[in-house]
């Protein structure tokens, strides 16, 4: 069965510091795995994916996420947190199974303090 | 650059009222869905429509019926509303049928509230 776990709900960290949003996943097959961000009132837009190349993804305003097989999860980082930052994000897996095949997790809300 | 259009953005209805959420997408693409968003869960599909002409029941239908009428055009129904349907709506659109190999493109949302 597949699932995703984002192992926190809402993360804090101060403007200039690392960021670490978490996500673990279950999967039956080798699943492609996603990031989406959503700004207060908007809708999502992708951040970066991942669909078994590089296990290391770059994406979108300096964010990137590591794919560990070993450890089934797909964690967030970026360097350094921008105010602009503060949003909600969403790990999502995928498994090529016909088109009702996405499933998100239930998502971090990540505060920048000034 | 509109890419997917969502009408309307608010809403408020009794329950027991019907009203329908309107959505477009101007890239083409083949699939398209509807999400809700509720606190802490996550977004929950549905119905999606893997192209134009099919239409089928994702994770939460109950309660909604929906319309491809052409390749833009995604309509979500909601006969007699209830309380429980009180949520963020989410249309979505992605390039091909399975939406796992591509990217979703999301409108900005339809908060209705169900009294």
């Known amino acids: 069965a597949q699932s995703v776990t984002q192992l926190d709900s809402h993360v804090s960290v101060s403007e200039g510091t690392p960021v670490l949003l978490r996500c673990n996943y279950s999967?039956?097959?080798?699943?492609?795995l996603f990031w989406y961000v959503q700004h207060p009132n908007k809708g999502l837009q992708l951040l970066l994916k991942?669909?078994?190349?590089?296990?290391l993804v770059k994406g979108i305003n300096g964010f990137e996420a590591e794919f560990k097989k070993s450890e089934t999860s797909f964690h967030l980082t970026k360097p350094s947190a921008h105010m602009s930052d503060a949003a909600e994000y969403f790990c999502?897996?995928?498994?090529?199974?016909?088109?009702?095949?996405?499933?998100f997790g239930t998502g971090t809300r990540l505060t920048v303090i000034p | 650059n509109a890419g997917v259009t969502q009408t309307p953005k608010f809403q408020v209805l009794k329950t027991g009222q019907s009203m329908t959420l309107q959505c477009a997408q101007d890239?083409?693409?083949?699939?398209m869905y509807w999400y809700r968003q509720d606190p802490g869960m996550g977004l929950r599909l549905i119905y999606y429509?893997?192209?134009?002409?099919?239409?089928d029941k994702g994770e939460v239908p109950n309660g909604y019926n929906v319309s491809r009428l052409n390749k833009r055009e995604f309509s979500l129904r909601l006969e007699s509303a209830a309380p429980s349907q009180t949520s963020v709506y989410f249309c979505?659109?992605?390039?091909?049928?399975?939406?796992?190999?591509?990217?979703?493109?999301f409108g900005e949302g339809s908060r209705l509230t169900v009294l």
């Open positions: 999967s039956s097959y080798s699943p492609s």
């Open positions: 979505a659109s992605s390039v091909v049928q399975g939406a796992g190999f591509g990217e979703l493109f």
């Open positions: 991942y669909t078994s190349a590089a296990t």
């Open positions: 890239m083409n693409h083949n699939s």
């Open positions: 429509s893997a192209s134009e002409g099919t239409t």
């Open positions: 999502v897996v995928s498994e090529p199974t016909g088109a009702n095949n996405l499933f």
